[in-house]
């Protein structure tokens, strides 16, 4: 394939040669202009936070004095020492960033520095007030109920369930066990799987309320944790403690090599009680499946079931275990697993994925009418899963005009607001300097609130001002009014059309991979190192100049708009051929590389939508869903290519 890009690269490294003969001049403009000098600052200071170096950050700090961003870098240099700094150093900076995005991380960060260290009189104080959804701080205060002898029955936090417990929640849930607002059924349960993940000092806090006879001995459980496999193949096992101890280690184990937690277990597994045993099978199921080792994964669900029911497990692990039912085709397991979990709507029974996986096991096993309302519920979202939900029932995509029904007819005086507001000045300038994720939460903290209207004002303002990812952000934020123009953006479009065109490839495809990739923000740098709106990766990018032979190629020119468009498309093109065309395994390599997109087919041809539900990957397995539910609306928003969801998905060939 030719790209006729590269008389633009010989411009660019032109342009680059000029550019590093007027560095000098540079230089002196910026010396020479305070708002040039203080940007520059703030901008050192960034970096110098991001690599944790304070005398960096503080050297900075005087040349940003009465920048928009001074209090940023302030927030920077005290959070470097925050384990250090004073009470009244804190205090005074929560006093002048009151009301700010910048304000409310310190906040929340000196909250969590206070819960880490017992200072709970100076917790409530500070804490007093504070509306934050962080699960640690949640956990803290829970916590401090308890200790302040609050008879009120306290909300469990949700850090308490999630698969790794942190030491603030494990506190915390020792606390309601011991308060008698948790059972010990619980505790058992939540030390077993503290093991997955979690560390030796939560398992040592959780373990503490279980009881005589039944917590590890301290010195067992340091040898659990630190070597399960020695304490499985060594161990006695004739206390309620000590075989605590060795399901710890088993869980411990299997995380890391399922093959050798199987190995250990079988031995010694006739020495625990059937209870024990369903539980380590459970674990061995769960950890089996996040293999994609279906056939050992179904095996150890079997045993791991108690008649209808599965034993005790966390959604985390019953997600797994569905997964692994789906591959193997066992509709039956997929509806147990689902009933296993919480009714949580995030991870658990009442999550997007797992309603519609229960619905296709309905109709499955011969329960369509159960199924239909669930599917009807399901495909008014405009989600993955409510596409795939509306194919199922033939549900039609809403009209063009329907999608673009809610937008606003919008005058200069409507973005008033915005143009005077200081935190959205301060989302521009965050955004200018390249400090995107700032930006975000600094923007957050103006539309947390916002009604429909007012987030579709907020994203036609940011749409305006060029900055697409908090347009697109901002404008999924509705639930009622919606405006699929501001959601589904189509900056660049001349170039990113041609670019598509240039490598035969489906334009609806292309803009819902860069949405997905970089929400089309053109100087996007990840931790990575990959560039730009298709997020090349520059060692990616010399592969393809050696394929395009561009002599002239330089990892720079990435930033150029073209040239990133035509590399990252030739790129796609290159791994769908690869991929047979497959559009999921395509997005998955695109991602995670062309050999774990092979590696996680299965040994019979699989439907795409399991394929794409069982990547082990959580980041993969989130980006192959939305580039392709991405692609479906911009080809629906576009009038041309393919709609359907299933389509798309297709068949995966075995491997």
């Given at each position: 394939?030719?790209?006729p890009?590269y008389p633009?690269?010989?411009?660019t ?8 003969s ?12 305070p ?10 200071a ?7 170096d304070?005398k960096?950050v503080n050297s900075?700090l ?27 150093e ?16 310190m906040?929340?960060d ?23 959804d962080?699960?640690?701080?949640a ?14 029955v306290?909300?469990?936090p ?11 929640c ?10 008698k ?16 993940g979690?560390?030796?000092l939560?398992?040592?806090r959780?373990a ?13 459980l340091?040898?659990?944790?630190s ?10 096992f004739?206390s ?32 625990f009680?059937?209870?024990?045993q369903r ?6 199921a ?45 509709w ?21 994925a ?5 619905a296709?096991a ?13 599917y ?8 993955y899963?409510g ?9 039609a ?19 008033k ?12 300038k965050?955004s200018?300097?390249?400090?995107r ?5 600094e ?22 001002k ?5 347009s697109?952000?901002?404008?999924e ?21 041609k670019?598509?065109?240039q ?6 495809l ?15 740098v ?23 032979k ?52 299965a ?15 959580n ?9 392709l539910a ?6 629906h928003l ?5 709609t ?12």
């Amino acid at each position: 394939m030719t790209l006729p890009l590269y008389p633009r690269l010989r411009a660019t490294a032109a342009r680059a040669a000029t550019a590093r003969s007027g560095i000098a001049l540079l230089l002196a403009v910026i010396i020479s202009h305070p708002a040039l000098a203080s940007d520059a600052a703030v901008k050192d200071a960034a970096e110098g936070y991001r690599f944790g170096d304070g005398k960096r950050v503080n050297s900075a700090l005087a040349q940003a004095r009465g920048h928009l961003l001074e209090h940023y870098v302030e927030y920077w240099a005290l959070r470097l020492r925050i384990d250090t700094a004073s009470a009244a150093e804190i205090e005074r900076f929560l006093k002048v960033s009151a009301g700010s995005a910048v304000g409310d991380r310190m906040r929340t960060d000196w909250l969590k520095q206070l819960g880490r260290t017992g200072d709970w009189v100076r917790f409530e104080q500070v804490g007093q007030g504070f509306d934050t959804d962080d699960s640690e701080i949640a956990c803290f205060r829970a916590t401090l109920a308890v200790r302040n002898g609050s008879k009120e029955v306290q909300p469990v936090p949700r850090g308490i369930w999630e698969d790794r417990l942190t030491e603030a929640c494990a506190d915390a849930f020792a606390s309601l066990v011991r308060a008698k607002q948790l059972t010990a059924e619980d505790a058992l349960w939540r030390f077993r799987t503290t093991a997955d993940g979690g560390t030796l000092l939560a398992a040592s806090r959780v373990a503490d309320v279980l009881g005589d006879g039944v917590a590890p001995q301290p010195d067992a459980l340091q040898r659990a944790h630190s070597n399960p496999e020695a304490l499985l193949r060594g161990g006695a096992f004739a206390s309620r403690a000590a075989r605590e101890a060795a399901l710890y280690a088993l869980t411990r184990l299997a995380r890391s090599d399922v093959v050798k937690a199987r190995a250990a277990w079988a031995p010694i597994r006739s020495r625990f009680s059937d209870d024990e045993q369903r539980y380590a099978a459970g674990q061995l199921a769960y950890a089996s499946a996040r293999r994609l080792d279906t056939a050992e994964a179904m095996e150890w669900a079997k045993r791991a079931q108690d008649g209808e029911q599965f034993t005790r497990l966390g959604d985390w692990q019953a997600a797994w275990i569905a997964r692994a039912a789906l591959r193997a085709g066992a509709w039956k397991d997929v509806q147990r697993a689902i009933a296993a979990m919480s009714p949580a709507a995030n991870g658990g029974q009442a999550d997007p994925a797992w309603r519609y996986w229960k619905a296709r096991a309905l109709v499955a096993l011969g329960e369509p009418l159960t199924a239909q309302p669930i599917y009807v519920d399901l495909a008014k979202e405009p989600s993955y899963y409510g596409l795939l939900a509306a194919e199922e029932i033939n549900a039609a995509l809403p009209t063009v005009a329907t999608l673009n029904g809610g937008a606003l007819k919008l005058s200069e005086v409507d973005f008033k607001r915005f143009d005077q507001s200081p935190a959205a000045k301060r989302v521009l300038k965050l955004s200018e300097l390249g400090l995107r994720a700032d930006a975000a939460r600094e923007w957050y903290s103006v539309v947390k609130d916002y009604n429909d209207a007012d987030s579709l004002a907020a994203a036609e303002w940011m749409r305006r001002k060029g900055i697409w990812d908090r347009s697109i952000n901002t404008a999924e934020r509705t639930k009622a009014q919606h405006d699929f123009s501001l959601r589904f953006q189509m900056p660049y479009k001349d170039e990113i059309k041609k670019a598509a065109t240039q490598a035969a490839l489906d334009h609806a495809l292309v803009f819902g991979l860069i949405r997905q990739e970089s929400r089309f923000w053109a100087e996007a740098v990840s931790s990575a190192g990959a560039l730009g709106l298709m997020q090349v990766m520059p060692a990616t990018g010399k592969w393809i100049a050696g394929q395009l032979k561009a002599s002239e190629y330089r990892p720079s020119h990435l930033a150029d708009v073209a040239v990133n468009t035509g590399f990252g498309a030739f790129y796609l093109r290159t791994v769908l051929d690869q991929m047979g065309g497959s559009e999921p395994m395509a997005a998955a390599s695109y991602n995670a590389g062309p050999g774990r997109a092979r590696a996680w087919r299965a040994d019979v041809p699989l439907e795409g939508a399991i394929y794409a539900e069982s990547i082990p990957f959580n980041e993969t397995r989130d980006y192959v869903k939305k580039v392709l539910a991405n692609a479906v609306w911009y080809a629906h928003l576009q009038g041309s290519g393919n709609t359907s969801l299933k389509s798309r998905l297709g068949i995966i060939p075995a491997r």
